[in-house]
């Protein structure tokens, strides 16, 4: 990683929500933010670049759905077109890392943890795990 890369905004795409969570590179922790909701895999880029604007990202990570061989899956392709149109329209790094089990392991966390995370959304729990696992092993 950078040394220049200080806080993140990650992505948990899908077709109907888009998980999101906002890290940090000095603790290599993050925090779900409330999921945006997209029609075909777009968001309402409004919100997007409101989150732009209000965390000042040094860079985005977005998640890719890879098979346990680490081939493509039927949602990869559109992961990748969601993070090449935040890399045009907003003209910040985008790295991917594989989010294979951050789903399954976000609602694991979420009945664990329900008090501390209420109703933020298993995808942006996973958009935190994905971030963090960019932090501490993806960079």
């Known amino acids: ?12 795409y899908g077709t109907k929500r ?14 779900p ?4 909701k997209a029609m075909d895999g777009a968001p309402k880029w409004k ?5 732009i604007a209000d965390w000042k990202p040094d860079a985005l990570v977005v998640g890719l ?18 993070g090449n149109r935040l890399n045009g329209r907003y003209n910040l790094p985008v790295f991917w890392t594989n989010e294979r089990l951050s789903s399954h392991q976000a609602g694991l966390t979420q009945k664990e943890d329900n008090k501390i995370y209420g109703d933020v959304g298993l995808d942006s729990l996973a958009a935190k795990l994905i971030v963090e696992s960019w932090l501490r092993d993806g960079q």
């Open 1 to 12: 990683m950078a040394d220049s890369i200080r806080v993140v905004l990650g992505f948990d």
């Open 18 to 31: 888009i998980g999101v969570a906002v890290g940090n590179a000095i603790t290599a922790t993050a925090s």
């Open 33 to 36: 933010l409330p999921v945006l």
């Open 47 to 51: 919100q997007v670049t409101l989150l």
């Open 65 to 82: 759905p890879l098979h346990d061989d680490g081939s493509d899956s039927h949602s990869t392709k559109g992961a990748r077109r969601f």
